[in-house]
């Protein structure tokens, strides 16, 4: 009984060592990797609005800048826009990640997107969730990289933002106390982006999910 419960564990630390390096040897600089994070009600508020790759809900969005064994990612979370090691940003969730990389044709373009990426890092979140105003929030930064890289011609597509409960034309609770915390009008219906719409982004090759 004990050597059979040694052997499972056994077995069961191998696949996932297996599945952490197989991972790690797929990426490649310039992917991005799509997460379903929990961040409270907030974050239940942009999914139930938003819809992403496969009808599933992503609240997250991180480009990869190195791969291989030590993987890293630029993401904009928290503070501001980091550098953060794979692992880390793996371990914010139970939930499988999606990645996906820019097709074939626009792969010139990634080197570009990373530059500029790795010159945001230090500027602040755009916890006010507005375009073009100095900040970044994650699909944010991505849109902008990608923008840089094509010459300043728009790669992904920035979309009406909404802040209301879909059908009923009511805010989100969440968001009413939110933005009258930081005393600002909610910028409803202002262009912006989030991860599930840039996941549906024709200009993807959606390639896994681990």
């Excluded at 993987?71 to 904009?76: G, H, L, M, P, T």
């Excluded at 939930?95 to 945001?120: C, E, H, M, N, W």
């Amino acid at each position: 009984m004990i050597r059979s419960l040694v052997l499972l564990i056994g077995a069961v630390f191998f696949v996932v060592k297996g599945f952490g390096q197989e991972l790690h040897t797929i990426l490649r600089p310039g992917d991005l990797i799509f997460q379903d994070i929990s961040c409270g009600k907030m974050c239940d508020a942009i999914k139930e609005v938003t819809q992403g790759y496969g009808g599933k809900d992503y609240s997250h969005v991180a480009m990869v800048i190195t791969g291989g064994k030590g993987a890293s990612v630029i993401e904009a979370v928290g503070a501001g826009v980091k550098e953060t090691s794979l692992d880390s940003f793996l371990a914010k969730t139970k939930k499988p990640v999606l990645v996906g990389r820019v097709k074939q044709a626009y792969s010139p373009l990634t080197s570009a997107a990373i530059a500029f990426s790795r010159k945001q890092v230090g500027v602040p979140y755009d916890g006010d969730f507005l375009y073009d105003n100095g900040k970044y929030y994650c699909s944010e930064l991505v849109y902008d990289a990608y923008l840089y890289a094509n010459d300043g011609k728009p790669f992904f597509t920035l979309q009406p933002m909404t802040y209301k409960q879909p059908g009923s034309g009511a805010y989100y609770p969440v968001w009413v106390t939110y933005f009258q915390n930081k005393g600002q009008d909610i910028p409803e219906g202002l262009p912006g982006c989030n991860p599930g719409g840039l996941s549906l982004s024709d200009k993807l090759d959606i390639i896994g999910e681990w």
